[in-house]
């Protein structure tokens, strides 16, 4: 078995990727939208943390979050969302319909044929790195092909940093110069 290691760092902030199992694209329905708002808002009651920038895609979303000063527990609230949204998710939608098929192990661990197992984190290390970041999570769903600007896309904090004047909206009509060759976790 592969031993991941995670850095974890108290009041960090980290860039997560999250995504569905087999990359199945569902996760713009309304349903799955609502879905996961709403585990994520019940997780940041129980375990607070701070949104950054989030885009959500088809088949995985991109978050940035900064923890308490006190925690560095991630991994638990990442499992509290997919958990959240895989039990929501799956009753609301199983009118019938057919689920992918999955490994017998997976069935037998009580994995929900909904999200990948694993999750890829990155700690920002400094203010270049966390702008970056930012402007990955808001340039993706132009890099994927899904929209020809940023500013098309409505499932992302980029409205909101327009709003709060960080970006103009007109900001990632080209891609920002240094995205060539950059690699980004779970991509």
Request: glycine fraction near 6%.
């Amino acid at each position: 078995m592969s031993r991941y290691r995670r850095l974890f760092v108290p009041g960090g902030t980290y860039f997560f990727t999250v995504v569905t199992f087999n990359r199945r694209p569902f996760l713009t329905g309304s349903l799955a939208r609502a879905c996961l708002h709403d585990a994520i808002e019940q997780t940041r009651r129980s375990r607070h943390f701070r949104i950054v920038a989030l885009c959500l895609l088809p088949d995985h979303f991109h978050t940035i979050w900064t923890l308490p000063e006190d925690d560095a527990h991630f991994s638990i609230r990442l499992r509290q969302i997919k958990g959240l949204f895989s039990r929501q998710y799956m009753m609301q939608s199983a009118c019938g319909k057919p689920h992918p098929t999955q490994s017998r192990t997976r069935e037998q661990r009580g994995r929900k044929p909904v999200w990948q197992t694993r999750f890829w984190e990155h700690l920002i290390r400094d203010d270049e790195d966390f702008r970056r970041h930012v402007d990955y999570t808001h340039y993706n769903p132009v890099k994927h092909g899904l929209v020809g600007t940023v500013a098309d896309w409505k499932w992302s904090t980029f409205h909101r940093y327009v709003k709060d004047g960080v970006y103009s909206e007109e900001w990632g009509k080209e891609p920002p110069e240094w995205l060539n060759g950059f690699r980004c976790a779970g991509e």
